[in-house]
């Protein structure tokens, strides 16, 4: 499709729409699946890397056929991929999305942040006001300790950065105590979210637990994301839940 066609598909008032929210909005045409709205450069990059990257038969990620800006609006056309959203999601699918971050931490680099050069590191853990990249590992963990208070722990990056997924337009490469700490900060819009990253977060843990230095990097990552937070109010049912998983996950080994 031209990039003129997809523009007036997204203007169509009859457009087959299969999900919006917020900014973003997200219609099929055929075996295309176009995004538009809040969508990123480092999104589709990110995306591209992770389809040419990981195993189908562990995880597969939809092709990216093309990219764009006009107007202020972004536009992301990807293939369709057939299936369906589960309201319940058991345990059988719990254990295959723990199996396919345990395949993506399989993939390291040496460079920190998204797979795009350059690219703005986001996501839960990040400020929304400062646009932040880096080069090397230095740059994480000298950033990340200049927004730590000053009588906390330093931060020393002790293990290799693996890839890290929270969502397409998220993910990078980070130390894995990264994905634990955003999957402990419970992200969401209700209680059933909370309780989908709690049922992820053990999966993994079960597998792989947290070593003492990992347990503390979680703690910092989540001093560090709250340091900068612009507005979170949570909801007192939401308060409980999230205290009992932080006494669960920090307490010494």
Known sequence: MTHEGIIEAWRNPQRNSIYKKARLEIIKIGRLAIKFGSITAE???????????????VCRVPRVHDYFH????????????????KKVVDDTTID????????LHSFTSETPGPVVKSGICRGPLWSQD?????????????YINSRLRKDSPSFVLSEDLLVFV???EFAGYFPRSA??????M??????????????????????????????????LWQSFALNHVRYYWPAEEEKAFLRNRRQENFEDP
């Open 179 to 184: 994905e634990i700490a955003t999957l402990c």
């Open 43 to 57: 999104e589709a990059s990110n995306q591209i890397h992770a389809h040419e990257l990981l195993d189908v038969a």
């Open 96 to 103: 295959k999305i723990a199996n396919i971050v345990k395949h």
């Open 186 to 219: 419970g992200i969401g819009e209700d209680q059933r979210d909370l309780c989908f990253s709690y049922s992820i977060e053990q999966a993994i843990l079960r597998t792989k637990p947290l070593v003492h230095y990992e347990a503390l990097e979680v703690q």
């Open 166 to 168: 929270h969502d397409w």
């Open 70 to 85: 006009v107007d202020g609006v972004d536009y992301l056309v990807i293939e369709y991929a057939e299936g369906t959203k």
């Open 130 to 142: 400062e646009l932040v990249s880096m080069n090397t590992k230095q740059d994480l963990t000298t």
